[in-house]
Nanobody
């Protein structure tokens, strides 16, 4: 069984920084894409940033220039460095691993973390 465990959320003042981490564990052969989504109260879950196995990244427009996603393939871990945080960044942040194979003959699967709360407030 595969698990994704997130860490690094918390309360921060506007303009502050946080770093989220997400480690995938269990029987893992490969992971195609890893990413971070967020969901604010009353809103739909949205993609914040994603990174492919070769390091190609994408960001939602509202975080470009402030957030940086990175990945350590050897550790099956993805990070999200969040700088210059704004109150509108407040949400539960979820880690996602997509195209995960437990063996080379396995089909692709997607997994989610349990979520970590990020609150930006003075």
């Amino acid at each position: 069984q595969v698990q994704l465990v997130e860490s690094g959320g918390g309360l921060v003042q506007p303009g502050g920084s946080l770093r989220l981490s997400c480690a995938a564990s269990g029987r893992i052969f490969s992971i195609n894409t890893m990413g971070w989504y967020r969901q604010a109260p009353g809103k739909q879950r949205e993609l914040v940033a994603g990174i492919s196995s070769v390091g190609t990244t994408r960001y939602t427009d509202s975080v470009k220039g402030r957030f940086t996603i990175s990945r350590d393939n050897a550790k099956n871990t993805v990070y999200l460095q969040m700088n210059n945080l704004k109150p509108e960044d407040t949400a539960v942040y979820y880690c996602n691993a997509d195209g995960l194979k437990s063996s080379w003959w396995d089909s692709d699967h997607a997994y989610w973390g349990q979520g970590t709360q990020v609150t930006v407030s003075s």
